[in-house]
């Protein structure tokens, strides 16, 4: 039961941001700026810097030091979340070069 609370915590908060950044970008950012891969990159840096801050929060809120949270990203599954985030951060940049 814990486990799902943790989850609907996170996806709660991960969706809620993803709004927010949303609508930021869509109304305000990219029609007076355009979508450049100089600004794709800075957007997926800044959305990555975002994501891993509300996990730190998230587990550290759920009992888990900054230490554990930190260590848990030099074993594998950690390791294979890091890379799914990075993967993440870079996204923006491939899609401005797809189109």
């Not at 929060?57 to 599954?77: D, F, N, Y």
Request: glycine share 14%; no cysteine; charged share 5%.
């Amino acid at each position: 039961m814990q486990s799902i609370k943790a989850a609907l915590a996170y996806w709660g908060a991960i969706f809620a941001l993803g709004v927010v950044l949303g609508t930021v970008r869509t109304l305000w950012l990219a029609p007076g700026s355009g979508e450049t891969g100089g600004q794709a990159l800075a957007m997926g840096a800044m959305a990555f810097v975002l994501l891993m801050a509300s996990e730190a929060v998230l587990a550290i809120s759920l009992g888990q030091s900054l230490a554990q949270w930190l260590g848990a990203m030099t074993r594998i599954p950690g390791a294979l979340g890091l890379a799914g985030q990075a993967v993440f951060a870079i996204m923006p940049v491939w899609a401005v070069r797809r189109s």
